[in-house]
Nanobody, 120 residues
Framework: VQLQASGGGLVQPGGSLRLSCTAS????????MGWYRQAPGSQRDMVAT???????IYADSVKGRFAISRDDTRNTVFLQMSGLQPEDTAVYYC???????????????WGQGTQVTVSS
């Protein structure tokens, strides 16, 4: 299974970006999908996750500014980021819990990371 992320870049404070991540390969079922981020010298932290049923969880620091969604017809998860601030600068990684066959045994798959830089 491969996860390909895109959409990162340089944006000014207050700006917006939309990240996308598509899973491909041997996929029977995808459970939770999500975004994590890692700033230099810091651990990788959860930003937002979305379950198959559409239940979302957000880190407190992004509530009201970020929105996660998924398109299961394309095995894709999105992260719409608004009101970006310098403290949002990090490498953003997508994650999906994927089962390749039955019986369903989900394991973590990670994307390669996409850099988001918020700076004036």
């Amino acid at each position: 299974v491969q996860l390909q992320a895109s959409g990162g870049g340089l944006v000014q404070p207050g700006g917006s970006l939309r990240l996308s991540c598509t899973a491909s390969g041997r996929i029977f079922s995808i459970n939770d999908m999500g975004w994590y981020r890692q700033a230099p010298g810091s651990q990788r932290d959860m930003v937002a996750t979305v379950s198959r049923s559409g239940r979302t969880i957000y880190a407190d620091s992004v509530k009201g500014r970020f929105a996660i969604s998924r398109d299961d017809t394309r095995n894709t998860v999105f992260l719409q980021m608004s009101g970006l601030q310098p403290e949002d600068t990090a490498v953003y990684y997508c994650n999906a819990k994927v089962a390749e066959t039955v019986p369903l045994m989900y394991s973590d798959s990670w994307g390669q990371g996409t850099q988001v830089t918020v700076s004036s």
